[in-house]
């Protein structure tokens, strides 16, 4: 059984405690974020899918990281701002912490945790390596906007 993210502290886009616990009985999205990537674009279809289930119990929560080519520099502010203005982000966005690395936070060190291996390298692996940049290794994310889902228990799956 996969240890659950409700005991993890975290804090908002604005800097405030959130309890984690708030979100029981829902299913979480967990996805880091970034501003000035390729993969930017991808807050649109994050919103347009939490729009379509939010009310079906579905929550996604945006942690802001810039731990890949520097493509989240802004502050917290400018993050909120940005998705705002540009993506009319309506879901849950959190204050920019690191996913990857020694200074990971404690929430990406239970979600990679859980996820003790790479479900295959898959062609954003052979893209990095590519680009000349060195993958993490396993279970270390990969880039921004990698995604892990969370059951209704608060359990990674």
Request: contains cysteine.
């Amino acid at each position: 059984m996969s240890q659950s993210v409700y005991h993890i502290p975290v804090k908002d886009i604005k800097g405030q405690d959130v309890d984690l616990d708030q979100y029981q009985g829902k299913v979480l999205l967990i996805v880091n974020v970034a501003s000035k990537c390729g993969l930017t674009p991808q807050y649109e279809g994050l919103e347009k899918l939490y729009q379509a289930k939010k009310d079906q119990g579905l929550e996604i929560l945006g942690f802001p990281a810039n731990n890949f080519l520097e493509q989240e520099p802004g502050t917290n502010d400018e993050i909120e701002q940005f998705c705002s203005l540009n993506y009319d982000v309506h879901f849950p966005l959190f204050a920019k912490i690191s996913v990857a690395g020694e200074d990971k936070h404690p929430l990406y060190q239970t979600l990679t945790q859980a996820i003790p291996e790479r479900l295959g390298e898959g062609p954003w692996w052979k893209d990095l390596v590519d680009y000349g940049l060195t993958p993490n290794n396993p279970p270390e994310v990969l880039w921004n906007f990698e995604k892990f889902l969370v059951n209704k228990n608060g359990e990674i799956v």
